[in-house]
């Protein structure tokens, strides 16, 4: 039992990896702050395209959507962190990192957003466009409101993994928090810093984990 | 039942579109040859009708005569495959039509109410005054209230859809469109989505509308008021206009054995 | 060379393909075989942990969410370095594919008894009271009634994220598993040649693609079924 304390909750050395843990906070929120809008704004994209009534767009769309929901995340990003040098392009950590994951997160949030989409009923454009409002005006003030309401818990559960996801960045050595909690652990040679970074994680996670389970419930009585 | 009478008009003539006022006799609205197949099935073969400004015009027929398709050609909302549709004297088929700028003088009242269920019923109106019309947040306001009033929901404006009896939806919508002071209104079925006790309600409305001078094409089964407020009835069978006339005639002296047929059914049903 | 001649000569090396491929199929059947074992234990886990809590014995329940919660809170990667370097320490010697399987085994328990559970919760009332009513017992109604129901209801979002997390066993690469990454990107770095990583894409494309499409299916026939 000591010995388990010793190795995981060792509150010296974690005092001591603080430091080093916080900065890798802060590059993980950085990552984030990234990742998540242009996931969304890729998201939104696929799913308009994906629902087009051109099936000339429609179809590459969702075969895109297909391919990027098969190849896992970190296959991707060292796919574009290793791979793509050869060619003579050489992305930074960050950029191969925001890169891979605008691939995989727009094929995510695309699902949920065309979910969303397909969930209005067609009388709502009819309304709309009866009254003179354009496509673009119909999309944005009439459908999205509501399709983005339907299943924000969906878009929230979704930006939860995609805050998870980003601890593959150590893979490549970008310093964020598990990169951080990692470097620490190989130099005490103690997992003390890693529990550190699982505890941080849960601070920044579990409230809304909690939350969509609330959630979820209320809407199933 | 005389259509040639002069009502005050209390809409204002819409000086926005920039049209010329009709021509005395000139229709609101003239749907000429129209023809519509969905696939294989013709479902509007060759269909020609006008309203008249400040007429009522009812169309009746059996689910699946086209009388739905028809109305719903009139705003493109399906598109025609051939045919011509004049509002006020002015083409609206064909490639070059604005049709976003002709569909706000077309209003239109669906079955199923349409209503944005993330907005209140003042924002329901004012949306297209503000984004089409590019009303201001009072000026919008204002004419939102002033619709609301008039189907008899001033004090509604804050609840939302979700809040409302599908009677006051249904007034919200009809209040969506005559906010946008439309040259024409298309119902389509109305009230069909209503429980029968909701219904006078809305059918109160549109008596008032007419009152006022509104032009109106409508389709519904709600015989007893078409009989009742209808300028002429319009009777379709499988994709054509197989007889029209005043309800008086049509109601009591029908010519074609389909609607003969229809009317006999009808009025066991009631 | 022409810019396509290099394209290929990087990304889709004919010699380089010829020599790496069957050690990409190695890492294949190591992919294949894990999922295979995280699908299972995973999906089992979830149901059994969901009919304990539908008994409503608050200890218990509660520890279940904790666990449930934890393991969806948590990034994996995070999990798999805490137990295989900190096991080892306390005595516990798990081999790499061990971690990864036990890790993403749980990870899968938790969201499968998550997804469950909201089926179990979102099933019929009536259908409950028409089983007790027939006399059927608490636990016979949970198997026999409830249950058929509300695997069938939460099918499509399980499958989804049985992928998920099955293609999270390229996370292995990280401790060492000699799945199909780990494969290409050793098979990358002694050729000096992108093409191992390539092969490696369309592996997992080849395996996951049938089951990303198996999920769209799936989806569309729940949501008319729905309507």
């Not at chain 1, 191969?96 to 397909?118: H, P, Q, W």
């Not at chain 1, 130099?187 to 969509?212: D, F, M």
């Not at chain 3, 810019?3 to 190695?26: C, H, W």
Request: glycine content about 8%; some cysteine; hydrophobic content about 50%.
């Amino acid at each position: 039992m000591d010995q388990l304390i010793q190795q995981f909750f060792n509150i010296d050395i974690m005092m001591r990896a603080w430091p080093t843990i916080m900065r890798g906070l802060g590059v993980t929120l950085l990552i984030c702050c990234a990742v998540i809008p242009l996931g969304l704004a890729g998201g939104l994209i696929a799913a308009l395209a994906s629902t087009a009534r051109s099936r000339w767009l429609r179809w590459p769309a969702v075969a895109l959507v297909d391919l990027f929901r098969a190849i896992p995340p970190l296959v991707l990003l060292i796919f574009v962190y290793a791979g793509l040098p050869f060619t003579g392009i050489q992305l930074s950590p960050f950029v191969a990192v925001t890169v891979a994951f605008l691939l995989n997160n727009s094929a995510y949030y695309g699902e949920v957003f065309r979910a969303g989409l397909i969930s209005i009923g067609k009388g709502q454009a009819e309304a709309a466009r009866s009254t003179g409002l354009t496509q673009r005006q119909t999309l944005v003030h009439v459908i999205l409101p509501q399709a983005i309401r339907n299943v924000l818990p969906d878009l929230i559960s979704n930006t939860v993994e995609v805050v998870k996801l980003t601890s593959l960045a150590s893979v490549v050595s970008l310093g964020e928090l598990l990169h951080a909690a990692d470097l620490a652990r190989s130099v005490t040679y103690n997992a003390s810093p890693l529990t550190l970074a699982a505890g941080v994680y849960l601070v920044l996670i579990w409230p809304v984990v909690r939350l969509l389970s609330r959630y979820q419930r209320r809407i199933s009585v | 039942m005389s259509k040639t009478t002069i009502r005050p008009a209390v809409n204002k003539p819409d000086q926005q579109n920039g049209a010329t006022a009709p021509a005395k006799g000139r229709p609101t609205l003239e749907v000429i040859g129209l023809k519509k197949s969905f696939g294989t099935v013709e479902v509007l073969k060759n269909v020609s009708l006008s309203v008249a400004k400040s007429e009522m015009v009812f169309v009746l027929g059996r689910s699946g005569s086209g009388k739905s398709t028809m109305l719903r050609c009139c705003n493109r909302l399906e598109e025609p495959d051939s045919g011509d549709i004049l509002l006020e004297g002015e083409q609206i088929t064909g490639r070059g039509v604005n049709l976003d700028k002709v569909r706000r003088r077309i209003g239109m009242v669906f079955q199923s109410f349409n209503l944005y269920p993330h907005l209140d019923a003042r924002r329901n109106v004012t949306l297209a005054l503000r984004k089409v019309l590019k009303q201001s947040r009072d000026e919008a306001d204002t004419r939102a209230a002033a619709a609301l009033a008039r189907v008899g929901l001033a004090d509604k404006a804050g609840n939302y859809p979700s809040q409302l009896s599908g009677g006051q939806q249904q007034r919200v919508a009809i209040a969506r469109a005559i906010a946008l002071e439309p040259a024409v209104m298309l119902f389509d079925e109305p009230t069909s989505a209503l429980d029968p006790e909701l219904v006078g309600d809305v059918l109160g409305v549109m008596r008032e509308l007419k009152q006022d001078g509104m032009t109106m094409l409508v389709v519904s089964h709600e015989m007893a008021f078409a009989r009742e407020a209808a300028d002429r009835v319009v009777f379709m069978a499988d994709g054509h206009i197989v007889e029209q006339g005043p309800p008086e005639d049509i109601f009591t002296n029908p010519q074609h054995d389909s609607t003969r047929a229809f009317l006999s059914r009808y009025s066991y049903g009631q | 060379m022409s810019n396509l001649d290099r394209f290929i000569e990087t990304f889709l090396n004919g010699a380089v393909l010829a020599k790496y491929t069957p050690s990409i199929l190695q890492g294949v059947w190591v992919t294949v075989e894990l999922s295979i074992l995280i699908v299972i234990s995973g999906t089992l886990l979830g149901t059994l942990l969901a009919c304990i809590r539908a008994y409503r014995l608050r200890l218990i329940s509660f520890l279940i969410v904790i666990y449930a919660d934890i393991f969806r809170a948590l990034p994996p990667l995070v999990l798999i370095l805490l137990a295989y370097f900190g096991l080892p320490n306390i005595g516990l010697s798990l081999s790499s594919f061990t971690v990864l399987f036990v890790i993403l085994g749980l990870t899968l328990g938790a969201f499968a008894e998550e997804i469950i559970w909201a089926g179990i919760t979102s099933t019929d009332k009536g259908q409950w009271e028409a089983a007790r009513s027939t006399g059927l017992g608490f636990t016979r109604t949970l198997i026999h009634v409830v249950l058929p129901q509300a695997v069938r209801m939460v099918i499509p979002p399980l499958t989804n994220r049985a992928i998920a997390i099955t293609k999270m066993t390229a996370l292995g690469t990280v401790i060492g598993v000699p799945d199909i990454l780990n494969q290409a990107t050793t098979a990358q770095s002694f050729s000096g040649n992108a093409s191992p990583l390539t092969l490696a894409a369309m592996a997992y494309v080849l395996l996951f693609l049938p089951f990303v499409i198996l999920s769209r299916w799936l989806e569309s026939r729940f949501s008319w079924k729905k309507n």
